[in-house]
């Protein structure tokens, strides 16, 4: 089982032992900047979940095709980054798919990425109608903790020069995007991210993240050596796949609930653009084997409004979110049991709670 940290990059060092110690030397920091503690404890667990992240090594898959007089888009395969790219994914297929086009359009899938593919098909002026199989909150978006970060999207051994483009430009669109849908309606908001690493990471974008330095020990309560700040947003994934899925109906959108067995099931459709949304469920549709599930476990702690900052690195990730506190993680390749693993989920609260027990300082 491999740890999901969700750093930039996987963190290197081992899970804290719980004694604020690093490589058996005492801490003798002087001063310290207290934050919250989470209340990390088994009675304070009030769901748990496991999903399946559509991990690719080569990377997510935005491609047009024919599919007999149709024009095909596929837009899967994201990885643990679909929340966070899904906007400028989205961008890349309708580019891809709707100049020279007329009529309406079907997108399959209504996960995140099938939602804002819907919603930029719409913004184009094209009607649409949403074909799935499960609808918000029977989707693996639904399960993700929410993070604007581009975490585990690809193997960087792995991807052409022409992948990272297309990477970076949906980084960038998305970006902007869910900048101007923070607030309440949609549930995104700004936290501060505090990083286990030993040295700064470079920016993934010209502006992204925003914030993004070394601390020294008394700018943070962690019993690490070093610390990372940088700034990103959050999405309460529920509330926000919830209000898209209904911006689509207020703006004349269709959803029908239908499950597609091949290919020649799209060909039948009666629009004449299909975008293919279906994350993991393109393996199947599409044959594409190079799509592994790289399963995530999470334990939601009872809400803490005074925690206002996200963690990654030692003992796993915390994002504090108003239906809950997550905690992660795990990134487990090939693994297809969608039921929470007990052993797993006691681990990872477990490692939270001696993680936050051990904080220098805190209230
Ligand atoms: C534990 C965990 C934590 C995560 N945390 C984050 C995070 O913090 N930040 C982030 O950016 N990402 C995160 N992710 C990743 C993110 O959840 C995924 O990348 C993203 O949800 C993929 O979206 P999607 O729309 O492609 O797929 P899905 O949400 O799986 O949606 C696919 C849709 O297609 C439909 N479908 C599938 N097959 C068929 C078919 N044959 N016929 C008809 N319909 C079909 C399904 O019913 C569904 O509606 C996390 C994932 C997990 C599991």
Redesign the pocket.
């Known amino acids: 089982m491999m740890l999901?940290r969700?750093a930039f990059g996987l963190g290197s060092a081992a899970l804290l032992s719980g004694c604020a110690t690093a490589g058996g030397r005492p801490r003798t920091f002087a001063d310290c900047t207290p934050l919250p503690r989470v209340l990390a404890d088994e009675s304070r667990v009030i769901r748990t979940?496991?999903?399946?992240?559509?991990y690719r090594r080569t990377g997510f898959v935005v491609r047009r095709e024919a599919l007999g007089d149709k024009a095909l888009v596929h837009n899967?395969g994201?990885?643990?980054?679909?929340?966070?790219?899904?906007w400028g994914s989205a961008k890349l297929a309708t580019d891809l798919g709707l100049p020279g086009h007329s009529g309406p359009v079907a997108v399959?899938?209504?996960?995140?990425?099938?939602l804002s593919t819907a919603r930029l098909v719409q913004d184009a002026g094209f009607p649409v109608t949403i074909?799935?199989?499960?609808?918000p909150p029977?989707?693996?978006?639904?399960?993700?903790?929410?993070?604007?970060?581009?975490?585990a999207v690809f193997d960087d051994d792995q991807v052409t020069p022409e992948f990272r483009t297309q990477f970076t430009r949906a980084l960038d669109y998305s970006w902007r995007r869910f900048q101007i849908m923070v607030g309440n309606d949609y549930g995104v908001r700004w936290l501060p991210t505090y990083v286990e690493r030993d040295t700064p990471e470079g920016r993934l974008l010209a502006t992204y993240p925003p914030v993004n330095r070394m601390l020294v020990p008394a700018e943070h309560p962690f019993p690490w050596d070093g610390t990372l700040r940088y700034d990103t947003m959050y999405?309460e994934t529920g509330r926000y796949l919830r209000q898209m899925l209904r911006d689509i109906q207020i703006a004349g959108g269709k959803v029908e609930v239908?499950?597609?067995?091949a290919p020649a099931d799209l060909a039948a459709l009666p629009e004449g653009l299909v975008i293919n949304?279906?994350?993991?469920?393109?393996r199947?549709?599409f044959n594409d084997q190079d799509l592994h599930p790289a399963?995530?476990?999470?334990a939601i702690l009872e809400p803490q409004p005074e925690v206002q900052y996200a963690l990654t690195g030692g003992p796993g990730y915390m994002?504090p979110r108003p239906d809950g506190i997550i905690l992660?993680?795990t990134f487990e390749l090939d693994q297809w049991d969608t039921t929470p693993d007990p052993q797993a989920i006691a681990r990872i609260v477990a490692n939270h709670k001696r993680f936050f027990a051990s904080l220098r300082c805190g209230a």
Do not use: E, W
């Not at 979940?49 to 559509?54: E, I, K, N, S």
């Not at 949304?277 to 393109?282: A, I, V």
């Not at 399963?295 to 999470?298: A, H, P, T, Y």
């Open positions: 999901d969700r979940v496991a999903g399946l992240r559509p899967y994201h990885g643990g980054g679909g929340i966070t790219l899904s399959i899938g209504s996960g995140v990425m099938g074909y799935t199989a499960a609808l029977d989707t693996t978006s639904n399960i993700a903790g929410g993070q604007f970060h581009p975490y999405v239908r499950k597609f067995a949304c279906t994350g993991l469920g393109s199947d549709l399963r995530g476990q999470l994002f992660g993680g």
